[in-house]
């Protein structure tokens, strides 16, 4: 699948020196997920439902 057009999303508070963030794109049907300080490394999908409960669950330990 290429990866290479999407429109990455970084979050609003995330600093501008780098720092620990992760960027989002659309896909239909899927959320693509990535390290913002490696954007050529691995990349992560999931359903919406499934990174919803995802980070329900991160929010709430």
């Known amino acids: 699948m290429d990866l290479s057009n999407l429109a ?14 992760i960027e989002l794109a659309a896909l239909p049907g899927m959320v693509a997920i990535r390290d913002s300080k490696d954007p050529n490394g691995p990349v992560l999908l999931a359903t919406p439902t499934t990174l919803r409960a995802a980070l329900r669950a991160a929010t709430s330990a």
């Not at 979050?11 to 620990?20: D, L, P």
């Open 8 to 21: 990455w999303r970084k979050a609003s508070r995330s600093s501008e020196n780098g720092g620990n963030c």
